[in-house]
């Protein structure tokens, strides 16, 4: 009995593990940080179109460098996806990343949401920018970035830990335009003008700034969208309470940062590989984004949304994101000199 | 050929103490039944346990009908428990709680006989030990003497070339105690084997051994058959085994000796002869017999426990003579 | 061990991390280690005092249903207690706006770590209250006896005798409770406490500096054996454990009625902040969600099926090993055994990613060498099954150990001299013997398997879904009406297994020792 009931429970563990090696269908591996139900859709619609199914790993994106670095040449990814332009940079430097093949697949992308040598190329991109409370703000007070420091925002600024990749990008961008120096003076007197010690989500400094606990929040734009069309009444109220101003945009313009895609260098499948790229860029799935995820598409000459009309023109910040991804060590380095938790 | 034979064996535990055993040898013939005695820390379970292969000899050489068992540092040489065909029986039964009496007996003999065999072979030793009709009970649903007396029989079950008791009949209560020791030395007896057995209760020892190894701070200090070692014991120590013992300077060469204190012999004062001059310093009495604590005069050093029976109206301060009755030469008990 | 290797290289960033954060890292951690362990004392030592010595109406279901909160993950209730900050809000403003902006700081600090506490607490005591218990009900009546009758009465007696004899079973369950609190990532991250293990993720992926992240790795391992350390040295030469009639279930005391009440209300206590409060919450979410998706909507059946499989085959296959493995290690008690014995518990206070890196790189290294002849591993559920087994094996490890201490050498030895090898021994009496304890490893291996999050998303392979995974990715959606949906999953199908595991063990218990009845 002992010995045929050991012998069963090696057979089923032989099974059970090598079952995800066994698959015959043609497909690509993407490797993804992004979490949204929407891709799904895409991946769905890329496989009615082509008969190509998009097998997925989702995890951290600095994760999923470190895999595919460990994997080395014998990784199943095709694609690597994440939502900053700062882990695509990365990814690049770590080797991981090869270019595409053909220029055209991206000429529809403007140059600063692209990779200067084509390791990857944006899909969607979203505008980091300041929401302010209506009734107590007036959009007039508010001008830039740097004028957060400003003490008149005293226990009144709503922003999240600096932990998190889209305050380490912004940070970027600011010591890009003021010098590590003066990046390090603004994160100093933003941290002081918090409301509270930084926690929560973006959609937190949101919810928090309609209860009133503080007045601005730094906050994603397609985070207002969701909370817009959120399946929580209490998250509908929150987000018809605060505005959106795109700051800075009498100078550089608004911080914007990417979701973007690149393929892998050792990947055997480069063309199927390119060939979602392509379906991801065309404009079919681009007009999806704005209705969907409230990401503004990357490719231009897409209709935007209609909440995304409602928010205000936006001017981006061109600075190429590429060069910013460099910057991300720096920027955390000053984060943790300036206290910002 | 002798059944057990060690020469030189040595055990140490680490090596800031001193050693459990220290460079014991002995011999134990076929059929004899031995006690090992010693107070506690002086090596007795560690040579049962090397015995049995639960430990190994830093040193020194085990054989065990006239084979080889283990040669200290070296540990090819090395026979594990399960090949040295001996039963052990252990100090507090160590019966498996899982498994019924008769699984329990009839676990060392599964692997060595057929089924039809093993029971039988499960009832005989269950008999053997008075336990027939307790087959299935577990051994929390027994008593401690049943356990014990299992635990026996388990031991016995597989016939085992020699048997190892460690301390069979502690926690039982005296009545118990009595009649399990009976049981026991019966049927050691009437299976002739060779047994060893570790006790600190000198009644177990003296009552079914045939021979007694005092055992001192891991080396053997006396051998003999139980009335030697109870009425000629070498020292202090081995005398104090066996109960209360009276240090006697013997004549004039001052030769040291150890009288029981039954020996003892009352001459009152005023009657002449042998014995030596004493004063009596308390007198109690204990069921038929008189506990009578005397001060020898010629050792002021040492006090006397005498137990008499009739000691007359004997008070405190009193003086008069003991003798000591000539030991009754070595007997051996049971042939 | 190579975590240990990398802490003597020369590291880009540790200067700068001793001068600006580590203070506030070992800060944060050393703050929110100390409350979560004395809250869970707190929770857990007198409801498992009551439910061991007292009779009253409810005991039997409580005794194992005081432990279902092990079956919510730190995250999920880390998420759930956080929403109990925006309750506090308008407090907070009043505070802000009467008291002044200071006075605002400090509530708001006060009431966030202490929330966080509280959520970690609420989920982690029942590793104290599974110790406690266990400790509890095999002190024997003896000593607790001797000191009524003495003239104590029954709380000093609990002060004096019981909690003191308690002390290794306090030390181990709350060590376990330390080491869930420093790995934990979720549960902190939400509530913006950074504590070491987040200093670790950022420096290593926001900084890119892999040496400083492992020397902070190896900061933790340190505090951990120090720990073990200062509370080996407390304990010094004083024994607690009473060898004799450790079998013994002691008679339980009837109360009084009110007296009965009372205790009833101490129990239930830990059980309604730690299990009722976030299944209610949750429950109300999938409500809400049911309502407005309708049942059509639940993608979670493969995930289901997937991540309880390999959840279930993984633990046991690792209690079985771990099983042998503690007996070689008790068969042999030579040195290096003893201490592979101990690199191999590190596992458990290492941060998850920090062993799914490192597993990474192992197979990686495996997949290179063995290229000709052996298809690929990493990246297959096999690597993931190998890291729950370098992050958990502590658990079925340190269960099994302290079952087989317990039973003393002589069963084996027994076996021995009866003529079995090691090998049959270890079948015939160890595994028998210690089927209590190896199931209830493999069950609470399964349990933390199911919560497992980390590991799994960074070691998956392809379109590989747990409910951990997909409650995980759905939270950071901010979906929690959504997520509600897997964590209940979560939490019914672990609560299952423990109250299965609770309920099998007393019974063992019944058959192994007669069980006294209260006469009432």
């Not at chain 2, 000539?326 to 008990?333: A, C, G, I, K, Q």
């Amino acid at each position: 009995m002992r010995k045929s009931f050991v012998t069963s429970l090696g057979a089923l563990c032989l099974l059970f593990f090598c079952s995800p090696v066994l698959q015959a269908q043609e497909s690509i591996t993407l490797y993804t940080q992004r979490h949204y139900g929407f891709d799904e859709k895409v991946h769905a619609q890329f496989e009615e179109k082509t008969g190509i199914k998009v097998n997925v790993v989702k995890a951290g994106a600095d994760e999923l460098i470190a895999r595919l670095g460990e994997e080395g040449e014998r990784t199943p990814a095709d694609l690597f996806m994440t939502a900053d332009a700062g882990t695509l940079t990365r990814a690049k430097e770590a080797g991981v990343l090869g270019t595409f093949s053909n220029p055209e697949l991206t000429a529809g992308v403007p140059d600063f949401l692209k990779d200067a040598d084509g390791a990857w190329t944006a899909m969607t991109y979203r505008a980091r920018v300041i929401m302010y409370a209506h009734d107590r703000v007036k959009p007039e007070e508010l001008s830039t970035y740097e004028a957060l420091a400003d003490d008149k925002w005293r226990a009144r600024v709503l922003i999240r830990s600096s932990s998190n990749v889209y305050n380490q990008s912004l940070m970027t961008t600011i010591i890009e335009a003021n010098g590590a120096d003066g990046a390090l003076e603004w994160a100093k007197a933003v941290r002081k003008n918090m409301a509270r010690p930084p926690q929560g989500s973006d959609r937190d400094q949101i919810r928090s700034v309609a209860k009133g606990l503080g007045d601005i929040a730094v906050a994603n734009t397609y985070y207002l969208g969701l909370l817009e069309t959120s399946e929580e009444e209490t998250d509908r109220k929150a987000a018809a309470a605060v505005k959106v101003f795109f700051p800075n945009n009498a100078g550089r313009g608004s911080h914007v940062n990417v979701s973007g895609v690149g393929v892998v260098g050792v990947s055997k499948k480069k063309e199927l590989a390119e060939k979602f790229v392509a379906f991801l860029l065309s404009p079919e799935v681009q007009a999806q984004f704005p209705e969907n995820t409230f990401e503004y598409p990357a490719v231009e000459s897409i209709e935007l949304s209609e909440q995304q009309k409602r928010w205000g023109e936006l001017k981006a910040d061109q600075v190429p994101l590429s060069t910013l991804g460099k910057r991300n060590a720096e920027a955390v380095r000053l984060f943790n000199e300036a206290g910002w938790e | 050929m002798p059944a057990i034979e060690l020469s030189g064996v040595t055990r140490q535990f680490s090596r800031t103490r001193r050693p459990a055993l220290l460079d014991v040898s002995s011999k134990i013939a076929q059929g004899e039944i031995v006690a090992l005695v010693g107070e506690s820390g002086s090596g007795k379970t560690t040579f049962l346990r090397i015995l049995a292969g639960l430990e190994e000899p830093d040193r020194g050489e085990v054989r065990i009908q006239g084979k080889s068992m283990a040669i200290g540092g070296r540990r090819h040489a090395f026979v594990p428990p399960e090949k040295r065909k001996l039963g052990l029986v252990f100090q507090d039964g160590a019966l498996f709680p899982h498994l019924n009496a008769t699984k329990n007996v009839a676990y060392g003999l599964k692997r060595i006989l057929p089924k039809q065999e093993w029971k039988e072979r499960v009832t005989e030793c269950l008999c053997l030990v008075g336990l027939d009709g307790k087959e299935s009970c577990y051994p929390h649903e027994l008593s401690g003497g049943e356990r014990q007396r299992l635990a026996l029989a388990r031991a016995l079950a597989p016939a085992p070339d020699l048997l190892l008791l460690d301390e069979p009949f502690s926690h039982l209560d005296p009545a118990l105690r009595r009649r399990l020791r009976a049981d026991i030395r019966q049927i050691l007896e009437g299976i002739g084997k060779t047994a060893i057995i570790v006790t600190h209760d000198p009644e177990d020892a003296l009552a079914v051994a045939s021979r007694v190894l005092i055992l001192n701070q891991g080396q053997v200090v006396q051998s003999g058959s139980p009335s030697e070692v109870y009425y000629r014991p070498a020292n202090q120590y081995c005398a104090e085994r066996f109960g209360p013992a009276n240090r006697v300077i013997i004549g004039t060469d001052q030769t040291v000796g150890w009288k029981r204190p039954e020996e003892a012999r009352w001459i009152p004062c005023e009657v002449a002869g042998e014995g030596y001059n004493v004063s009596v310093l308390d007198v109690r009495q204990m069921g038929p017999l008189f506990e009578v604590l005397v001060q020898p005069e010629a050792q002021p050093d040492d006090q006397w426990l005498c137990f008499l029976k009739e000691p007359g109206n004997l008070t405190a301060g009193e003086k008069g003579r003991v003798a000591w009755r000539s030991t009754p030469d070595p007997v051996v008990w049971r042939s | 061990m190579a975590v240990l290797a990398y802490l003597f290289q020369p590291a880009a960033e540790w200067t700068h991390l001793v001068r600006t954060v580590l203070a506030t890292y070992t800060w944060n951690t050393v703050i929110v280690v100390f409350g979560v362990v004395v809250l869970s004392m707190l929770l857990a030592v007198p409801s498992a005092w009551f439910v061991s010595r007292y009779e009253f109406w409810g005991r039997d279901w409580l005794s194992w249903a005081l432990v279902l909160p092990l079956a919510i993950p730190t995250y999920v209730s880390g998420f759930v207690f956080y929403r109990g900050t925006e309750a506090a809000t308008d407090f907070l403003i009043w505070v802000k706006l009467n008291v002044g902006i200071d006075a605002y700081f400090a509530a708001e600090l006060g009431i966030r770590y202490g929330l966080l506490m509280i959520a970690l607490a609420a989920v982690l005591y029942p590793y104290v209250y599974l110790a406690c218990r266990a400790s509890f009900a095999q002190q024997g009546k003896g000593p607790i006896e001797a000191a009524r009758c003495l003239g104590r009465s029954r709380k000093s007696v609990f002060f004096s005798v019981a909690l003191p004899m308690a002390r290794p079973a306090l030390a181990a369950g709350g060590l376990l409770v330390v080491m869930e609190v420093i790995n934990d990532y979720g549960a902190v991250n939400i509530f913006g406490v950074p504590t070491l293990t987040e200093g670790i993720f950022r420096t290593w992926f926001n900084m890119g500096d892999k040496v400083s992240a492992l020397r902070l790795a190896g900061v933790v391992m340190f505090v951990v054996a120090g720990l073990l350390l200062i509370e080996q040295f407390l304990r010094g030469r004083a024994r607690y454990v009473e060898t004799e009639g450790a079998l013994a279930v002691p008679q339980r005391e009837c109360l009084e009625r009110w007296r009965q009440l009372r205790v009833l209300l101490w129990c239930l206590v830990p059980l309604v902040i730690g299990f009722c409060i976030p299944v209610i919450r949750l429950a109300s979410w999938a409500v809400m969600y049911l309502k407005e998706n309708g049942w059509g909507s639940l993608p979670f059946g493969e995930a289901f099926l997937r991540g309880t499989g390999l959840a279930v085959v993984t633990a046991i296959v690792v209690t079985l090993i771990a099983t042998f493995f503690i007996y070689a290690v008790r068969l042999k008690r030579c040195h290096y055994r003893r201490c592979a014995n101990r690199v191999a518990n590190l596992g458990y206070t290492m941060p998850g990613t920090v062993v799914a890196v490192g597993v990474m790189a192992v197979f990686g290294a495996f997949d290179r060498a063995s290229e000709a002849f052996l298809p690929v591993i990493s990246g297959t559920l096999l690597a993931i099954a190998f890291a729950y087994f370098v992050r958990f094996f502590a658990i079925p490890s340190q269960l099994i150990r302290s079952g087989m201490d317990r039973m003393g050498k002589p069963l084996e030895e027994a076996s021995r001299v009866l003529g079995e090898r090691p090998l049959n021994t270890f079948l015939r009496v160890n595994v028998p013997l210690l089927r209590g304890a190896i199931f209830a490893a493999a069950m609470l291996m399964f349990v933390d398997i199911l919560k497992e999050l980390p590991l799994t998303l960074i070691l998956r392979p392809a379109n590989f879904e747990t409910l951990a995974t997909i409650a995980f990715s759905l939270a950071k959606e901010g979906r929690l009406q959504a997520c509600a949906l897997p964590s209940l999953m979560i939490i019914a199908i672990s609560g299952i297994g423990l109250a299965f595991m609770q309920r099998w063990m007393s019974h063992l218990d019944r058959v192994t020792s007669r069980k006294e009845d209260c006469e009432c």
